[in-house]
């Protein structure tokens, strides 16, 4: 069963916040996800799997830049090429509207995640010390430039 990208709806926002609490120290609520639906700047999608909301990743437009966040598949589903395939897509959404820069945080030892962004063409440029809470990690800032 193919893997269906597309973007976020209401009716995805408690699959979502459930995914968010198995994921995430700091998840976010079905109410964030709600928020997201009416910024004319933010652009998020999810996954489907048979018919099953499995992940999400989200990017706001802010001064002509790419901010990614939010990337998450459900533990189930893992390792499937399943983030590979939302990020991908968040970023020819981007470009197709002109975007050339896309940038995004991430804990220094997530590796799975950083793997995930270097194969879409993102490279660390910097560290920011002690950015993310619970635990207390640095984040790696990562860019994709044309
Ligand atoms: C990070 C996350 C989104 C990846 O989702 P996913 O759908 O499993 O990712 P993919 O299947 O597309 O790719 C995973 C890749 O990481 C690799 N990988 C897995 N664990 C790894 C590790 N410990 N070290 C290095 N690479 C690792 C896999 O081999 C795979 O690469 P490959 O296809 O080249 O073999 C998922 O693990 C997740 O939701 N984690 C919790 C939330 C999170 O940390 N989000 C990122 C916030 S910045």
């Known amino acids: 069963m193919p893997v269906i990208i597309r973007k976020l709806k209401e009716d ?8 968010e609490q198995e ?17 004319d700047y933010a652009r998020y999608l999810v996954a489907e799997l048979d018919g099953e909301v ?10 002509g830049e790419g901010d990614i966040d939010n990337v998450v598949v459900s533990k189930k589903h893992r390792g499937k090429g399943i983030a590979k395939e939302l990020v991908s897509e ?13 940038t995004l945080e991430v804990r220094v030892g997530n590796a799975a ?3 995930v962004y270097e194969t879409c063409g993102f490279k660390g440029e910097g560290v920011r010390p002690s950015f993310y809470e619970a635990p207390t990690e640095d984040a790696l800032i990562m860019w994709r430039r044309d």
């Open 12 to 19: 995805d926002v408690k699959t979502l916040a459930m995914i």
């Open 23 to 39: 994921s995430f120290s700091r998840p976010w609520s079905e109410e964030d996800f709600k928020e997201l639906l009416f910024l």
């Open 113 to 115: 995640a950083i793997h």
């Open 90 to 102: 968040l970023v020819r959404l981007g470009e197709a509207e002109g975007i050339k820069e896309f």
């Open 54 to 63: 499995v992940g999400s990743a989200g990017m706001r437009v802010v001064c």
